[in-house]
């Protein structure tokens, strides 16, 4: 719908474009849904994977140069 003056205005849709912008809409929900989810789930693995180099007694430097290997890759 347009917006004209504050107010919308109903543009005339076929069927088919209404269905179209409706397949579309939920794909981009999906996908940065998803996205989201991932980043989320890399986090919580990059914290395991730091929290378990600590307790193996990594040297902090080592650590810190992992951590900056994955930094690296998710770029």
């Not at 205005?9 to 209404?18: D, V, W, Y």
């Not at 919580?44 to 290997?69: F, H, N």
Request: with cysteine; hydrophobic share 35%.
């Amino acid at each position: 719908m347009a917006m004209t003056g504050g107010t919308a205005a109903a543009l005339p849709m076929s069927n088919h474009t209404r269905e179209r912008v409706t397949v579309a809409k939920l794909t981009l929900e999906n996908f940065y849904s998803t996205l989201l989810t991932q980043h989320e789930e890399r986090e919580m693995r990059q914290k395991k994977l730091e929290k378990a180099m600590e307790e193996d007694g990594l040297p902090d430097e080592e650590v810190q140069y992992c951590t900056s290997i994955l930094v690296d890759l998710k770029t």
